[in-house]
């Protein structure tokens, strides 16, 4: 008797053991009654070519991509969706049945897809949007965010000239902010986002005056552990809506997920219960 292959996807990255999405995936698969599995591998950059190359022979149907191998994968992949290139870095690889590697970016539409549940009426085109630090997130969130029409984007980094290259590879809309004067900005915001490690568990708060944050701007973190960060408290203080970044990490996986495993998950209270217990 002939079997049906067991759908095979996992997750690449040095250090891999605090990645939160085997538990996930494997949530989704649980719920949907497929019999397949999620993997989390460690694999050195030096050894990234070989095994992605392997994987597909060995069952799997793709992969994510997280630190610090986003970039470096699109040096390996055949073919590039527009975005991952916009972005300059790819976190969802689907292995192609002629044996290409397709590389795509989720990051930046789970980011607004957790956005436009958490806050039905937000839009991007509401004003400005000012951007909190500089790395591969911010990139992915930055063209996001241009491609919801986002009038302008403020972006500002403790060390600028991070800032400053992603202003030049976005272009004219990305205005870079000097880190001191992010408070005396906040004003102009009709969007806060966060995408620094400041506030997680075990890194300092960030230490930003709030007093020009307008009541009713939206203002997001992409750190989820804690659930409620500094930032996102004293913004409710204010009368802001916050979104918390743990959605952003749900609503990041579902193109994966249907791409390998051929089922749509949703983002609903049980698995963001089952995600924080």
């Not at 591998?41 to 191998?69: C, K, W, Y």
């Not at 997680?200 to 552990?225: A, C, F, H, R």
Request: aromatic fraction near 4%.
């Amino acid at each position: 008797m002939n079997l049906p292959p067991i759908p095979l996807a996992g997750v690449i990255g040095h250090p891999i053991a605090h990645s939160k999405s085997p538990r996930l995936h494997g949530y989704w698969l649980k719920k949907h009654g497929i019999n397949g599995h999620y993997i989390p591998m460690e694999v050195a950059s030096n050894d990234l070519a070989h095994v992605l190359n392997i994987l597909p022979r060995a069952g799997f149907r793709g992969v994510n991509v997280t630190i610090p191998h986003k970039e470096l994968v699109l040096d390996i992949a055949d073919v590039i969706s527009d975005r991952a290139a916009l972005i300059g870095a790819a976190n969802t690889l689907t292995f192609q049945s002629d044996g290409k590697i397709h590389a795509d970016n989720t990051d930046g539409a789970g980011f607004i897809a957790n956005l436009k549940h958490s806050a039905p009426n937000w839009s991007a085109e509401d004003g400005p949007s000012m951007i909190l630090g500089a790395g591969g997130a911010a990139r992915a969130i930055v063209g996001a965010l241009l491609h919801e029409r986002a009038p302008s984007i403020l972006l500002a980094n403790r060390t600028r000239a991070r800032a400053e290259a992603l202003k030049a590879h976005f272009g004219a809309k990305v205005e870079v902010v000097d880190w001191n004067n992010v408070a005396s900005r906040l004003r102009d915001a009709a969007t806060l986002i966060n995408t620094t490690s400041l506030g997680m568990t075990g890194k300092e708060d960030i230490k930003l005056p709030l007093d020009n944050l307008q009541p009713g701007t939206v203002v997001t973190d992409i750190v989820y552990t804690p659930l409620v960060t500094t930032l996102l408290a004293s913004a409710a203080d204010r009368g802001c809506q916050v979104v918390d970044g743990l959605g952003m990490l749900l609503h990041q996986a579902i193109p994966g997920f249907e791409r390998w495993f051929g089922a749509t998950p949703t983002v609903d209270e049980d698995v963001r219960r089952m995600m924080l217990t």
